[in-house]
């Protein structure tokens, strides 16, 4: 998995945007750069020097001694081989190498070349610092250095020029790229040693808005100062201490440190919680802190940060503030973020993504009132993964537009094909807080219903009481035009999120589902019973029909009718299922097993 990740970092299109960010191609001359090129010519007896950067086509000359053209087609260019590992690409006559007979520069009565490549710290290879010769030659060990290292230097002004420097605007340290030097550096000096990486955040999101809002938008920078300035002089030579993101700051506690990190850690989140002076006004932190214990010469400076911001997310969900790296967690991120990477193929590969569907019932009578449709999806190496695993995170991204579309075409598409097969069928999707933030979402559902040719009444769509809740104008508009052409309108887990309960009345919709955490305990918890009677007894007096999720025995099957609940859906009725197997379920002796 993490060689797939790796790779996944590095592919063409994410080294182009790299490239981009940076802001060189096409940019004017530079004494900076041009310095370099000289140096490299001089240094290396050749007459041709270059700084070459690698676009998606071509090889831009950002500097150049000894040439006039400015840039060449990237096909057969030696710079694109060279950016491919670490090395030095030497190639001693270009028109006796298979790779280049024919190429610009062959033709152009070029012999010799010999590049370094330009990587960032985030292992991008941006291009080369290159020298050229008219003569057939080779670079010796010495020669290699000195391009190595002008190459190094190279890369050191791009930094600069980029402005990304080594130390932090706010609060004068050392940021996350010098931070990632040190490592390296260290790693050097005391190989096969270990060191500890603590990230402090200093403010949760919620108090970094409303701090903005009341105190103004140097609110955040005052805290962070504030909280530096106390680390600073607790710290000692053996740690090093540097402003890494907004609101976070990390200690590198270095092998000369003699003491117990544990200790350390504790000391310093005591420090930090308490209040701070900003702008007069007394602030405390809502501290968070991470840590992590790593070999220097086993981790990439850019891994070890990346456990550290594991460590510090997990410390924030933590009792006391405080958590360890746990290699547990990273591997479910990592497959997040490799389930979240496929979906874009996943979504355009038949086969992956299919639905399934799970019945509802008309408690009375035991017959089926519709189906809910529910995502699966069979990675092509994972095999199935379960809904849990990839929704959530799905649907905070821009695919949740995407999935939702898909979901919906592929349910309009069976309720068609059940009408032709005599079965009428109402088929519940269930819908994301993101698509209600889209201005025209009910317009497009609308359209794929007509361009289906499905009966609108044949489709119900659920939302949670969170995305129902939080734009209440829109959400009311899009819901009531979805309404209006003849689409049923639900609230799903109804108990598990919004307290306010007033939204219930101004909101077009028919059905609510109470959440399955009411339903499993209901046989046993008289507390339970009570919140779902009353639950069902609210929803009769607003109008709303009232479905239990969940229902897994008799006796809470047998509870709910009794008390009035109109539908259940739940494994005593019926699992999930594919729609062939829907309809031999649907036979009057399966149906009336529930009744």
């Not at 592919?11 to 310095?35: G, Q």
């Not at 950002?62 to 053209?69: A, P, T």
């Not at 030497?90 to 024919?102: N, T, Y």
């Not at 349910?411 to 209600?436: H, P, T």
Request: aromatic fraction near 6%.
């Amino acid at each position: 998995m993490a060689a797939y990740i790796q790779d996944t970092a590095h592919n063409e299109e994410a080294r182009l945007n790299a490239l981009r960010d940076l802001n060189l191609l096409d940019t004017s001359p530079s004494d900076s750069f041009d310095r370099l090129t000289r140096l490299a010519s001089k240094l290396l007896d050749a007459p041709v020097s270059t700084i070459s950067l690698t676009d998606r086509d071509r090889q831009w000359f950002k500097s150049k001694v000894g040439v006039d053209i400015t840039e060449i087609p990237r096909e057969q260019a030696p710079c694109s081989y060279a950016i491919g590992d670490n090395g030095i690409f030497v190639v001693p006559d270009l028109q006796a190498d298979p790779r280049f007979i024919g190429s610009p520069l062959a033709q152009a009565g070029i012999r010799f070349y010999a590049g370094a490549p330009l990587f960032t710290r985030q292992g991008y290879g941006l291009g080369t610092l290159c020298v050229v010769d008219d003569k057939v030659r080779e670079l010796d060990d010495e020669g290699r250095q000195v391009l190595r290292d002008l190459a190094g230097m190279v890369m050191s002004q791009i930094e600069l020029n980029s402005t990304i420097g080594r130390s932090d605007a706010v609060t004068g340290l050392p940021n996350q790229h010098q931070m990632f030097e040190d490592i390296e550096d260290l790693a050097r000096l005391h190989p096969g040693e270990t060191a500890t990486g603590l990230m402090f955040d200093l403010v949760s999101q919620r108090q970094s808005g409303q701090g903005q809002r009341v105190l103004g938008s140097s609110f955040t920078e005052a805290l962070v100062r504030g909280c530096a300035s106390r680390l600073r002089q607790h710290l000692g030579n053996s740690s090093r201490l540097y402003h890494v993101g907004p609101t976070r700051l990390a200690v590198l506690v270095t092998p000369e440190f003699g003491g117990d990190p544990d200790a350390l850690i504790h000391s310093l989140a005591n420090l930090l919680r308490d209040p701070v002076e900003c702008d007069g006004i007394p602030v405390t932190p809502t501290l968070a802190v991470g840590s992590c214990l790593f070999q220097l010469d086993e981790l990439s400076p850019r891994d070890a940060l990346r456990r550290m911001l594991n460590a510090v997310e997990d410390a924030a969900l933590s009792d006391d503030g405080i958590a360890d790296y746990s290699p547990g967690h990273d591997l479910r991120h990592a497959r997040s973020f490799m389930l979240l990477n496929d979906f874009r193929a996943a979504l355009a590969t038949p086969g992956q993504l299919h639905l399934d569907y799970q019945p509802r019932v008309e408690l009375a009578t035991g017959e089926c009132s519709g189906v809910e449709a529910l995502l699966r999806w069979t990675h092509p190496q994972l095999g199935p993964v379960p809904p849990f695993d990839f929704i959530p995170d799905i649907e905070q991204t821009a695919f949740a537009k995407p999935l939702t579309e898909w979901v919906a075409r592929t349910a309009l598409a069976q309720i068609v094909e059940w009408r032709g097969m005599g079965i009428n069928m109402k088929v519940s999707i269930n819908v994301s807080a993101r698509n209600l933030d889209e201005t025209d979402f009910a317009e497009r559902m609308l359209e794929f219903v007509r361009v289906a040719g499905a009966d609108p009444a044949m489709l119900e769509l659920e939302f949670t009481e969170s995305a129902i809740a939080r734009n209440g104008t829109l959400v009311v508009r899009q819901l009531q035009a979805l309404r209006d052409a003849g689409i049923t309108i639900a609230i799903d887990d109804f108990g598990s999120g919004y307290s306010n309960l007033s939204y219930l009345q101004k909101l077009p919709a028919s059905i609510l589902k109470v959440d399955r955490a009411f339903i499993a305990e209901l046989e046993t918890s008289e507390r339970d019973q009570t919140l779902v009677r009353s639950v069902i007894e609210m929803a009769h007096q607003l109008g709303y029909r009232v479905v239990a999720e969940g229902i897994e025995t008799q006796s809470t099957y047998d509870l709910v009718r009794s008390w009035g609940c109109a539908e259940g859906q739940g494994y005593l009725m019926a699992k999930p299922m594919t729609a062939a197997a829907l309809g031999e379920w649907l036979s009057p002796t399966n149906l009336s097993a529930v009744a």
